[in-house]
């Protein structure tokens, strides 16, 4: 039974004291008209919790905005969430895609992550086509959706808000792959819970490659927030020569600096009985102490590696969350140890991942200690990197 500004209510009491579940929650589709985000449109959802969040349609179902009771949860960059007719691809060597960057959720994929890389084509039988060219992390977060449904679904008692749509990922002579992707929450609840499937619609073998970048700003990222995740051991850090040159470790964050270069950790995850991977960025010292928090769970058999993205420069405060089927360096890596994904025709690739914000100390303490029954994460703020790289199965 949902809770409804902390009331308990049936769907009865509910309809009983408005003409509209809009009132309180719902899901409204809208769309964007002005500046760089000019003709987007997005899913506005609202739980009746404070959780509110938008699905930017024409931008791969990306989640853009996320705040709770007020309080930001997602990242805004100074891009905006802008239309993907604006954007280069092939731009400025590669690097472009930082021109598209901002929001709670950035999709990389579906056949390239990470860096920029120049990869054999040759299965795709076409002899001008010698490579495939991908920029930094990949084409999917900048392709439109198809919106195939939303709304709200009553069960019982309980409404479910959700959306689904599919994002298309295809060239001739190359890769054909779909993203079908389904958001879903509940009246009176402070989770979001995204289910993917990526499927290979095309017939030739293709690769296949999934990272999500989740980010996470002010004020749950702020002076003397932490990271919590059940890590075992550090991989690899890209800032490994000059680890403690700004003098910023993995698990407690500063506040904004002046020309702080990027950190991207590696970071090797252990799971609970069920597989299942939470991280959480916490700042308890928000609004006078009382806490607020988030949450990303995943599955390990699903995104076996993970990554935490620190960027604290002015201006550009945030700290990312980035599951990821592969190691951070990539296709040529992946190859190399014969763990690139391929798909045959047919073939897919499932992943559900769940998003909670946490509304307090008492659920960023439980959420503590559900960590630390899985694993003590190092106690050092620069733990050193272990290089030693998980094995995470041999490819078909």
């Not at 084509?121 to 195939?148: C, W």
């Not at 989770?191 to 749950?220: A, Q, S, W």
């Not at 620190?310 to 992946?334: R, W």
Request: aromatic fraction near 10%; proline fraction near 5%.
């Amino acid at each position: 039974m949902p809770k409804i500004y902390g009331e308990a209510l049936d769907r009865r009491s509910i309809e009983q004291r408005s003409g509209s579940l809009a009132q309180f929650a719902g899901v409204r589709l809208m769309e964007l008209s002005d500046g760089v985000e000019r003709g987007i449109r997005l899913l506005e959802f609202r739980t009746g919790t404070g959780l509110r969040f938008t699905v930017l349609i024409d931008r791969a179902l990306d989640i853009a905005e996320c705040e709770f009771q007020g309080a930001a949860i997602g990242w805004h960059s100074p891009t905006g969430f802008r239309h993907p007719g604006l954007h280069e691809y092939e731009g400025e060597g590669g690097l472009a895609w930082l021109r598209s960057f901002s929001g709670l959720l950035v999709t990389c994929g579906l056949d390239h992550i990470l860096f920029m890389h120049s990869d054999n084509a040759e299965q795709y039988h076409y002899s001008p086509r010698k490579t495939v060219d991908s920029s930094l992390h990949g084409r999917i977060g900048t392709i439109p959706g198809r919106l195939l449904a939303y709304g709200e679904r009553w069960e019982g008692n309980e409404c479910i808000l959700f959306c689904e749509g599919s994002v298309q990922q295809a060239a001739v002579f190359a890769e054909d792959l779909v993203l079908l992707r389904r958001i879903e929450t509940r009246v009176g609840s402070n989770e979001i819970t995204l289910h993917d499937r990526v499927v290979n619609h095309g017939f030739y073998r293709t690769p296949h490659m999934l990272c999500y970048h989740i980010n996470v700003g002010y004020p749950v990222v702020a002076e003397g927030s932490r990271y919590l995740a059940p890590l075992k051991h550090v991989i690899w850090a890209a800032h490994e020569k000059n680890y403690r040159s700004q003098n910023v470790g993995y698990r407690r964050f500063p506040c904004p600096q002046r020309n702080f270069h990027e950190q991207v950790w590696e970071n090797w995850m252990a799971a609970d009985a069920d597989g299942k991977v939470p991280v959480a960025v916490v700042n308890e010292n928000f609004n006078r102490g009382a806490g607020i928090g988030f949450l990303v769970e995943t599955n390990k058999n699903e995104f076996p590696c993970q990554f935490e993205w620190q960027n604290f420069q002015e201006g550009q405060y945030a700290l990312g969350i980035e599951p990821s089927t592969n190691h951070v360096f990539g296709k040529p890596f992946a190859r190399e140890r014969n763990e690139l994904i391929w798909l045959e025709h047919g073939e897919e690739r499932s992943y559900t991942t769940r998003f909670v914000v946490l509304p307090g100390r008492e659920a960023i303490e439980a959420v503590g200690r559900r960590i630390q029954e899985i694993a003590n994460q190092p106690a050092e703020d620069f733990p050193t990197p272990s290089g030693h790289w998980e094995n995470l199965g041999t490819q078909p």
